[in-house]
């Protein structure tokens, strides 16, 4: 069973830039969650789609936003990047949630924003 | 609030030498879960226990343990006879029932000397 895939997996923008991440959960997962890890501030939640919908959503601007298609696959957006956007963006799968079992991290996706 | 408190930033020990990590949470929820991650230097996060609020029956897992004390509100993980390749950043998180997402610590760097 393939894990979680996120791509790419280093990305290089620059400020004002937008970027699009993309998150391939596990077959019959339905939940994919995103995170941000940075050294300052840990890791940080940042939204949750459950089958197409948005379930929750961390203390992030609007610049943040996400989807996630008929598939599953979710794809994360930062438009206008700034400078504090470096950071390692992790997603997460699970069927239904974190309480059912355990959340199927990828590697992540490693921006740099100069 | 919901916090996870990992005081521990760092700890070194020679390998082979018995460890603890402290990991502390507050909620006010009756019903949450609790998780260890380890995150080695590759990224990705490796899921290592799960326990529900109710459940405070502490595990072993080879040379991994973990405590779960409700009174203390604490969570502690315990590697015995440590090896090199358990060097990793180590994260406690908590979950609530019902906003689908991981409360982090800050997490603690494990380095395990030959």
């Known amino acids: 069973k393939a894990g979680v895939t996120q791509t790419p997996r280093y990305l290089i923008k620059t400020r004002g830039q937008q970027v699009t991440l993309s998150c391939s959960p596990i077959s019959g997962h339905r939940s994919v969650s995103w995170y941000q890890q940075t050294p300052g501030q840990g890791l940080q939640f940042l939204f949750e789609y459950f089958s197409e919908t948005q379930r929750n959503k961390g203390n992030f601007p609007g610049r943040f936003s996400g989807r996630q298609f008929s598939n599953s696959r979710s794809e994360m957006n930062v438009s206008t990047l700034e400078l504090g956007d470096s950071a390692l963006y992790l997603c997460a799968s699970t069927s239904g949630g974190a309480r059912d079992e355990k959340l199927f991290f990828g590697s992540g996706t490693q921006l740099s924003v100069l | 609030a919901q916090k996870v408190t990992q005081a521990q930033t760092e700890i070194s020990v020679v390998e082979k030498e018995d460890v603890t990590l402290d990991c502390v949470y507050e909620?006010?929820?009756?019903?949450?879960?609790l998780f260890w991650y380890k995150q080695p230097p590759s990224g990705e996060l490796v899921f290592l226990i799960r326990r529900n609020s109710f459940d405070e029956q502490n595990e072993i897992s080879g040379r991994y343990s973990w405590n779960f004390q409700k009174s203390t509100s604490s969570f502690n993980f315990t590697i015995t006879a440590s090896q090199v390749v358990d060097s990793a950043v180590y994260f406690c998180?908590?979950?609530?029932?019902?906003?689908?997402?991981?409360?982090w610590g800050a997490g603690t760097k494990l380095i395990i000397k030959p």
């Open positions: 998180a908590l979950y609530r029932d019902s906003n689908y997402q991981l409360i």
């Open positions: 909620t006010r929820d009756t019903t949450y879960y």
